[in-house]
Structure formats: C-alpha cells, structure tokens
C-alpha cells in the first residue's frame, strides 16, 4: 500500500508570490490534515478536510487556504508569501472509521527569500 | 490555550541504555496520545499510541505511560540503537478531533 506522497519536496519562492502544495492520502483514506513545521513554532495545524468539506481549522490567517477533492487528494494555497511561511509543510492521512492514528507524509519544504 | 511541551530537549545515551523521553500536556479534554519519531528530512513516523482509557501500553521495545493526574506522558525505548537517533514527539487529541496538538520534540542522540 503506497503511503502518502506530497509534490513538490522543494520549493522556493519569493515573497509576494503565491504556492500551491498537494497531497495524496493512503488509498481509501478521506481525512487530510495539514500541519506547518518549523524551528520556532515547531509542529502547527493548519486544517482538516474530510470528504471534500474543511471539517477543522487552525490559527493561521486567511491566506493559507486548501481544498480537497472528490478523489481525496487535497491542496493548500498560501498566497502573499511572507518570509516567515518558510518551512516544511507536512500532510497526513487519517486511517479508516475508528482509527486515530495519522499517518504523515515526507513533506513538502518550503523556502520564502 | 492548550500545549504540550517536553522537559528536555536533547537526550544522550549510549547504546544499550533504556532511553525515557517525558512529555506534559494540559488539555483535560485529551483523550487520545501519540509518539512520534521523526528523522531528518523526513515526515513524522508514528511509533505507538495511547487511549486515556489506559495507563501503559506496550510495544516493540517501546512502552508508553499515562499519567491523567498530573497529565504526564512518556515514552521508554529498551535496549537503545543509533538508529533510534531521532528527534521525537509526543502529541494529543481530543474526541471528535482530528487537529494534533504537538509537544517542542525531544532529540535523542545515541552513542555506539
């Protein structure tokens, strides 16, 4: 069973400019959730998308935004870059009805300059 | 608002040595925990979990403790390898959830 993947792993940007990041959950899973990592903050959630519906929200302002699709696959978009969105961004899929347990992606990093 | 710190930041030892990484928490309403391991460049890797419901759970050469009390997590690694080097969170979540809150993360560094 392939696990989670996230495109791109590396990015670099410049600030003003805008990102979109993608990730594909295990093969029958339909909870996304997306976390920001850095060295300050350290690991922050970001939101939850469950059957194609934001089900969670964290404390980021309103330009980090996401989606998902009919297929499970889900997108973050954060727009006006800042230096400080810098970091990595991690997914995770969240495993079958009862389970808790989430399982994360290799992340994708992120560069502002 | 609600946390969930760790008290030391880097932890060495040898191979061999039991390792203990401790985690506080302070959302009452947690129910659920979870240990972490991440290396680097690397996503989070799931090592073992928790229910509130329980005090101890064990794994392979990984034992977690609860302690609701004074809201107290930890993980025991038996037997430490190198490649247990790693930097290690514990989380928590609360009932109808899905949002993970993370511990600052513990590194551990082991010694051949």
């Known amino acids: 069973k392939a696990g989670v993947t996230q495109t791109p792993r590396y990015l670099i940007k410049t600030r003003g400019q805008q990102v979109t990041l993608s990730c594909s959950p295990i093969?029958?899973?339909?909870?996304v959730s997306w976390y920001q990592q850095t060295p300050g903050q350290g690991l922050q959630f970001l939101f939850e998308?469950?059957?194609?519906?934001?089900?969670n929200k964290g404390n980021f302002p309103g330009r980090f935004s996401g989606r998902q699709f009919s297929n499970s696959r889900s997108e973050m978009n954060v727009s006006t870059l800042e230096l400080g969105d810098s970091a990595l961004y991690l997914c995770?899929?969240?495993?079958?009805?009862?389970?808790?347990?989430?399982?994360f992606g290799p992340g994708t990093r992120l560069t502002v300059l | 608002g609600e946390s969930v710190g760790l008290h030391l930041p880097t932890l060495s030892v040898q191979e061999g040595d039991n390792s203990i990484i401790n985690c506080a928490y302070s959302?009452?309403?947690?129910?659920?925990f979870i240990w972490y391991k991440q290396e680097s460049g690397k996503g989070p890797q799931f090592i073992i979990d928790?229910?509130?419901?329980?005090d101890k759970r064990q794994g392979q050469r990984v034992t977690v403790l609860l302690n609701k009390t004074v809201k107290h997590l930890s993980l025991q690694i038996a037997a430490t390898q190198p490649g247990d080097s790693a930097v290690y969170f514990c989380?928590?979540?609360?009932?109808?959830?899905?949002?993970?809150?993370f511990g600052t993360g513990t590194r551990l560094l082991v010694s051949p």
């Open positions: 995770a899929s969240l495993g079958t009805s009862g389970s808790d347990e989430q399982f």
């Open positions: 093969s029958g899973h339909r909870s």
């Open positions: 998308y469950f059957s194609e519906t934001q089900r």
């Open positions: 959302n009452s309403a947690s129910d659920y």
């Open positions: 928790i229910r509130s419901n329980m």
């Open positions: 989380a928590e979540k609360a009932t109808g959830f899905q949002k993970l809150v």
